[in-house]
């Protein structure tokens, strides 16, 4: 089981935005290749101009606390 993070806020699709515009555009799998790259393109292109990042605050905290292995 994956625990999901919330990273950035977008408006319209919130924190978890990958997970909402799979549910809105049907993805029912990875070989719904091109609902993935419908997916991808709205994310990143309202991601980059409109979204707001919520864990570059909170990182630096937990990174004292916790380490973590990227």
Known sequence: MYV???IIDIP???DLA???VC???K???QNDRE??????????LKGFYEGVCLL?????FFSEIYTFNI
Request: proline letters at 0%.
């Open 27 to 29: 993805v029912q799998s």
């Open 35 to 44: 609902k993935l790259a419908e997916a991808k393109d709205r994310v990143y």
């Open 23 to 25: 549910e809105e555009l």
């Open 4 to 6: 999901k993070i919330a």
């Open 18 to 20: 990958a997970k909402t």
């Open 12 to 14: 319209g699709y919130g």
């Open 56 to 60: 570059a605050a909170s990182f630096v």
